[in-house]
């Protein structure tokens, strides 16, 4: 692994990553980035070349919607030629999602984008901010004899680097908040760097970048459960003007079975409407012709969502939506990985 000096762009969007406590009456406000090494001493100490930006006004990540997904890929676009890797600070709450909507929306990055944030303000004692800024500058600097470690869009946690769109938030308390289930993470950050190279997709070297602009949130989450009314699900696929739905099952991908149920989702995919089916369990794969009850869905032309996260189905379907695909070509996507979000 290489050492040389990279120049890294940090990208603070908003989040409780960027706030310090004021002396005066203890509250939360916005650190002004001129000051951070105050914050954190130790960036003194990191020789790469930092330079520091913010989204306009920032936001915190419960307010995070598809035009600030657009907003941070033009970002990384617009400066990509002129830094060796960024890094997006942004709240936890939302990470994943952003992070899955940037592996879509960045095609052919051959940089790394590292999203990071904290649990607890970074000018707070106890705060979980200055490790994971600091290990998440060290991924992105990380080079060997080709290039970067590690390219591609990745979020890093608590002394792990993550794929991005592999990504969901587990835990609203602890410092370990994130978690892969099925993919590998792609390196241990403790005493050494530890990377995972077989589970690193590096992209071919011949391509230029591209990012798109276009997505559409004409989506929605729609979650089985024990007692699920004819009523409910009649009403959800007619009140709503609706592209696409995300439906989570149970274990592998099952669902009711009564021929009322089947009836709503095949009528509403016979007009047009796009269903994608992903499990609710933490981890694990939708394989539908399993059980018979996944064939049902299948068979009324419910589309399995393999081993797809909820976050990166939604970006996912919100990006191929907005490319105005036609549903042949809609449909083999969804079915097909884009950027490494299914097996």
């Known amino acids: 692994m290489k050492s040389r000096n990279q120049n890294l762009l940090i990208i603070y969007t908003g989040g409780t990553i960027g706030m310090v406590e004021d002396p005066d009456d203890k509250s939360l406000k916005l650190l002004d980035f001129n ?5 954190i001493s130790e960036l003194k100490k990191i020789k790469h ?6 989204l306009d006004p920032v936001i915190d990540s419960s307010y995070i919607n598809p035009e600030n997904w657009i907003q941070m890929a033009q970002m990384v676009f617009d400066y990509y030629n002129e830094y060796d890797g960024f890094i997006i600070l942004h709240g936890t709450d939302t990470m994943a999602y952003s992070a899955s909507a940037l592996s879509f929306l960045l095609e052919n990055l051959r940089k790394p984008v590292v999203y990071t944030g904290s ?11 200055r490790e994971n800024l600091i290990s998440a500058i060290e991924v992105a600097s990380s080079t060997n ?12 946690f608590e002394n792990k680097l993550f794929k991005g769109n592999r990504t969901t938030k587990f835990s609203a308390e602890d410092f370990n908040a994130f978690i892969s289930p099925n993919y590998p993470v792609l390196a241990e950050l403790g005493v050494h760097l530890k990377f995972n190279k077989e589970a690193i997709n590096y992209p071919e070297h011949n391509k230029t970048l591209r990012v798109y602009n276009q997505l559409d949130p004409n989506i929605a989450i729609l979650k089985v459960f024990p007692g699920i009314s004819s009523d409910f699900i009649k009403n959800f696929f007619t009140n709503f003007k609706l592209r696409a739905v995300i439906f989570e099952t ?6 009711p079975t009564e021929a009322w149920f089947i ?15 992903v499990t609710q ?24 969502g ?38």
């Open 35 to 39: 000051h951070i090494s105050e914050e």
């Open 49 to 54: 070349s930092i330079t520091w930006k913010s």
């Open 119 to 129: 649990q607890l303000p970074i000018g707070l004692i106890r705060t979980d901010g």
């Open 145 to 156: 004899a080709f290039g970067p470690m590690v390219p591609g869009v990745t979020i890093c």
């Open 250 to 255: 149970y274990g592998s991908g099952n669902a």
């Open 263 to 277: 009836d709503i989702l095949h009528n509403y995919i016979n007009h047009g409407g796009i269903i994608l089916n």
């Open 281 to 304: 369990c933490m981890a694990g794969r939708v394989e539908q012709g399993k059980y018979e009850t996944g064939l049902a869905l299948q068979n009324a032309g419910v589309i399995g």
């Open 306 to 343: 393999s081993d797809i996260t909820t976050e990166a189905a939604v970006t996912k379907l919100m990006f191929l939506l907005g490319k105005g695909l036609d549903r042949e070509n809609l449909i083999f996507w969804l079915n097909n990985s884009i950027s490494g979000e299914i097996n």
